[in-house]
């Protein structure tokens, strides 16, 4: 009797639909992290709003205290959208709908750009280069052969 199984569809799938492939899993995996320390540096900058605005402004001693308000604000509210999208472009992907790889696709794309030019602006930060190696990673996953040809083509996947 041989050590492998004989079919190579993986456990749980059903007959006919093939295994989610690695570059999927890859996505889903990097998309969810993106979007959960997104989600949760939003959460912490507004728990302490006012102490990160005191930072930001003394940061910036040239400046008036209502751009330090602004700029956390701005960080705050692209913290939210980009990591929900992310959540749910991660969770949709999982389920194999087919908005969810644009989704995915646009938020690597968009959140990798507005990243790197921050990092040109203010300088790059190790968690720029962490953001940025991400959306790479998320995008190219995403943009793989194998992750195309398994994910559907349409808006709505498989229920």
Known sequence: MSATPSSSRPAGSAPGTPGMPASARVAVGVLALLGVLLLLNALFTALAFDTVVDVYA??????????AVRSVQLTLVQGVVFGGLGVAAAAGLARRRGWARFTGVAVGAGLGLVTLLGAVVA?????????????????????????????????????
């Open 58 to 67: 003394d940061a910036q001693p040239g400046s008036p205290r209502s751009d």
């Open 123 to 159: 300088g790059v930060a190790v968690t720029s280069l962490l953001v940025l190696v991400l959306c790479v990673a998320a995008v190219t996953s995403l943009l793989a052969p194998t992750t195309a040809a398994w994910a559907p083509k349409g808006p709505r996947g498989p229920a």
